[in-house]
Nanobody, 115 residues
């Protein structure tokens, strides 16, 4: 029943910034972790950033120092702040939350970075 609605994607020039949002229809505190994945054309989906229920964060090496994952428990929302974007960051970005019982995905939001 819980749904994830993503927003914030779009077209930006290299060096620009975007903030992706993933709004859940219920409490995100029931989930073990939340994360952002991306899938570029011709590539497998990969985990970009994650944050646990306790607030511990992890990032794929290629985005460390550029992307920041955060959450607002009161708003049931997970964010991905993306700075200094490069064309190679172009992909569809997906929000995911999981616990012992389910794994839920957002609908995906397109991020396109022009050179």
């Amino acid at each position: 029943q819980l749904q994830l609605v993503e927003s914030g994607g779009g077209l930006v020039q290299a060096g620009g910034s975007l903030r992706l949002s993933c709004a859940a229809s219920g409490s995100i505190l029931s989930f073990t972790a939340m994360g952002w994945y991306r899938q570029a054309p011709g590539k497998q989906r990969e985990l970009v950033a994650s944050i646990t229920r306790g607030g511990y964060t992890n990032y794929v090496d290629s985005v460390k120092g550029r992307f920041t994952i955060s959450r607002d428990n009161a708003k049931n929302t997970v964010y991905l702040q993306m700075n200094n974007l490069k064309p190679e960051h172009t992909a569809v970005y997906y929000c995911n939350v999981y616990n012992d019982y389910v794994s839920l995905w957002g609908q995906g939001t397109q991020v396109t970075v022009s050179s």
